[in-house]
């Protein structure tokens, strides 16, 4: 048998005696309260140990904690995890590097390369930080303010690129 519903007007809630999430106070984790102020976005993470092939459509951020391989993704937001990798095309609006991403890389924000991160191929990106430790490894375009397209490198001279570094 199951239980009684509770009388209308009763003070007690439905989940009135049931204790919280073991860890969830330690952890800054209250349960049941959505977060407030961040839009929901289409999020895809492929976790450690995965591996995905082919293309990705719709998904506003991805993660990449395991392995993607695609020829062309476009998103808002690229993160690779320590460990993950990513193999192939991607544009995005921001991209945060502490895994690898071997390949073609388009930002039209900003891109940070973190201490663990390596970036093999090509990128292209409008704002650039390279933390101690991060690799870049092949061609590195700076973006213009005005367009997302590249500046021609015959006509820019690498030292001249003007990089915006985030404090």
């Known amino acids: 048998m199951g239980r009684a519903p509770l009388p209308p007007g009763s003070p007690l809630s439905p989940n009135a005696g049931v204790p919280p999430m073991p860890g969830a106070a330690a952890r800054g984790v209250t349960p049941q309260q959505p977060k407030k102020d961040v839009p929901d976005q289409r999020t895809l993470v492929v976790g450690r140990g995965i591996s995905v092939q082919g293309t990705v459509q719709d998904a506003e951020r991805l993660v990449v904690e395991g392995t993607v391989e695609s020829s062309m993704i476009s998103a808002k937001e690229l993160a690779v995890m320590p460990g993950g990798l990513f193999r192939g095309g991607v544009e995005v609006e921001n991209?945060?590097?502490?895994?690898?991403?071997?390949?073609?890389?388009?930002?039209?924000?900003?891109?940070?390369?973190?201490?663990?991160?390596?970036l093999l191929g090509k990128a292209a990106c409008r704002r650039l930080k390279v933390e101690d430790g991060g690799q870049i490894t092949g061609q590195l375009e700076m973006l213009s303010d005005d367009n997302s397209a590249p500046k021609p490198a015959a006509t820019t001279p690498a030292a001249d690129t003007p990089v915006k570094a985030e404090g």
Do not use: C, K, M, Y
């Open 95 to 118: 991209a945060e590097i502490a895994g690898t991403v071997d390949g073609s890389l388009t930002v039209r924000g900003s891109l940070t390369v973190r201490a663990t991160g390596r």
